[in-house]
Structure formats: structure tokens, C-alpha cells
């Protein structure tokens, strides 16, 4: 670079010991195709080290980790796709895609074999909990550990907002349907579950309740979301199959939870302790997407919870995945 006002040559200076120390590794994103669908997903990291699999919930999409994976890349091989239809994945409309909750678990397996990670921590969160159980009930010994993020598996753990949804369950019905559509998949409903609960509604960034309320808008985005609202009902018939799983595999799990979260409440982080000797439960005084406003003491919970759980780097290479 020259400097145009003397006409003497500049240079930028060197990276000092400091820039180092506080570098990141870059975020970058992708896409891959599984399961005839192309999805698209985030990652950073290492290629071998240990790789921790993020898995995000409704209305969101792996935006929602754009915090998290920075402060993990060091350490870990991060990758965070969206689910079918959320996000960026695109489902080609030949596909037929059925939306479900099985279906969305078969597509991320197929994705993380695409990917050939066989080995991998998870951290679930709401609609990514019921998928990732899947997952671990599927293959046991690929989960090193679990973080779950107000991520319920336990009917004690379902809070009240939950009460139109189980009516729909109750009674699929077109008035039931629309109650729905006009309450949750609007802007105002959206806005809502990112900020009630939360000290100071005014410091969640309006870039991530925005971003969803613009891909619910999608054409038939919030057909496929009333599908799976209804589909939900799944999972809770399966929640003594996930416990089952965590009494068997005694997975390592954090439960860290927006503890004025009201569509899961305490008790379902509780629970966990349950099922699994040992399980850690730290509350948080937020809500729902409590990365929106704790994203360090998240990222700090869960790299002490990996570390002392095994999942780390040994001798330069990686154990926990490839």
C-alpha cells in the first residue's frame, strides 16, 4: 500500500503477540447434500479436533450459534447445520419431504455421514433436543457427551405455553390450526419467545428474531411449522424411550436452562438427574434463547463441562471425532 501524500511505501504492521492471543477461527459456511435435501450449515475449527454438533430449535436456525461457535473454534471442530425447513437448507420440492421429527433426526444422520464425523458431543436446544436424542438412541456410541439447552425430554419439564399445541394435538382442526398461525408464526409471536423472560427485552438483538420472522414468511414455511407443531406430539410419546437411553448410556450431560423459559420449564432440567447419575444443571436468570443473553457464561459452562468429560484434544490429535 503506498501513501499517496509523500509517495513513500507503508507497510502494516506485523501481528503482535496479542493479536494472536485474541484470534478466532474463521466461521465459514457450506453446503452438502443428505438425504436428497442440500443443507447448509456453519462450522470452525480444526478438521481434527473433537467435533461438538449444535442443533438449534424452532424458529430458528444455526444463526442462533453465530456467538457460540467463535468462542468454541479453538478448541473444537464446531459444525451447526439448519434443520429442513429452517434457515438456508433447501429441500427441492420434488423431494416430498415428509416433516417430521423422524424424518429431520434421519436427515441430520445422513448429514453427519456425509460430513464422516462418527464421533461427537451434542448440544441440543428446544426442537433440537427430541432430533438429537434420535440420534443418540440411534448410535450410542457415537455421542461423547450432551448439552442441552432448554432442551426437554421430560413431561414435567413441558411449561404452559405449550397449552394451544397440545389443543391442536387434541384436535387437529382447521380453528385450531389458524389459532396457531396467529399467534405463534407471526412477528409478534416470534419476538416474544426471544425476549419474555429476559431482564431487558430491548438488549436481544432484533437481527435474530427478524431473520426468523422473514424465512417463516417463506411460501408454505409455516405449513411445514404447523406440521411439526403437530408432530410434536412425538417426542413426548417418546420420552420414556430417551430416558431408557440415558439410564443405559449414562451419557455426560449439562442442562443449562433460561430458567423463565416458559415453554420448558425448570423441572424438565431437573429431570435429567433423574435417569442420569451425575448430570449438571446450572439456570440462568433468562429465557428461552438464552444465547441471546448468555452467551459466555454458556460457552465457558460448556468448555469446562467438555473438558473435564474427556472431550478434548490428546497428543496434538483428536479422540472424540474425525
Not at 13 to 23: E, G, V, W
Not at 58 to 68: A, G, K, V, Y
Amino acid at each position: 500500500m503506498s501513501d499517496t501524500a509523500s509517495g513513500t511505501a507503508t507497510r502494516r504492521p506485523a501481528p503482535s503477540q496479542d493479536d494472536a492471543r485474541f484470534s478466532l477461527p474463521p466461521t465459514s459456511i457450506h453446503k452438502v447434500e443428505a438425504d436428497g435435501v442440500q443443507v447448509f450449515y456453519r462450522t470452525a475449527g480444526e478438521a481434527n479436533a473433537p467435533v461438538v454438533l449444535l442443533l438449534h430449535g424452532f424458529p430458528t436456525s444455526s444463526f442462533m450459534f453465530r456467538e457460540l461457535i467463535p468462542r468454541l473454534a479453538n478448541d473444537y471442530r464446531v459444525i451447526a447445520p439448519d434443520l429442513p425447513g429452517f434457515g438456508f437448507t433447501e429441500v427441492p420440492p420434488e423431494r416430498e419431504y415428509p416433516y417430521s421429527f423422524d424424518r429431520l433426526a434421519f436427515t441430520i444422520d445422513a448429514f453427519t455421514q456425509a460430513l464422516k464425523i462418527d464421533r461427537y458431543a451434542i448440544y441440543v436446544f428446544d426442537y433440537g433436543a427430541p432430533t438429537g436424542f434420535r440420534l443418540a438412541m440411534a448410535h450410542p456410541e457415537r455421542v461423547t457427551a450432551i448439552v442441552s439447552q432448554n432442551g426437554n425430554a421430560y413431561e414435567v419439564g413441558l411449561g404452559e405455553a405449550w397449552g394451544p399445541i397440545r389443543k391442536y394435538w387434541a384436535a387437529p382442526t382447521a380453528e385450531n390450526r389458524d389459532i396457531l398461525r396467529q399467534s405463534i408464526l407471526t412477528a409478534g409471536g416470534t419476538r416474544w419467545q426471544y425476549t419474555y423472560g429476559v431482564a431487558n427485552p430491548e438488549s436481544i438483538p432484533p437481527e435474530s428474531y427478524t431473520l426468523d420472522t422473514a424465512l417463516l414468511e417463506r411460501p408454505r414455511n409455516k405449513e411445514i411449522q404447523l406440521e411439526l407443531f403437530l408432530d410434536y406430539a412425538s417426542n413426548v410419546k417418546l420420552y420414556p424411550k430417551f430416558q431408557e437411553y440415558f439410564r443405559k448410556s449414562k451419557p455426560p450431560l449439562l442442562a443449562i436452562w433460561g430458567k423463565n423459559d416458559p415453554f420448558f420449564i425448570p423441572a424438565g432440567a431437573e429431570a435429567f438427574r433423574k435417569d442420569i447419575h451425575g448430570a449438571k444443571v446450572q439456570f440462568l436468570d433468562t429465557g428461552h434463547f438464552a444465547l441471546e443473553t448468555h452467551v459466555v457464561e454458556i460457552a465457558s459452562a460448556m468448555k469446562d463441562f467438555l473438558e473435564t468429560n474427556g472431550v478434548r484434544r490428546q497428543s496434538g490429535e483428536n479422540t472424540a471425532a474425525r
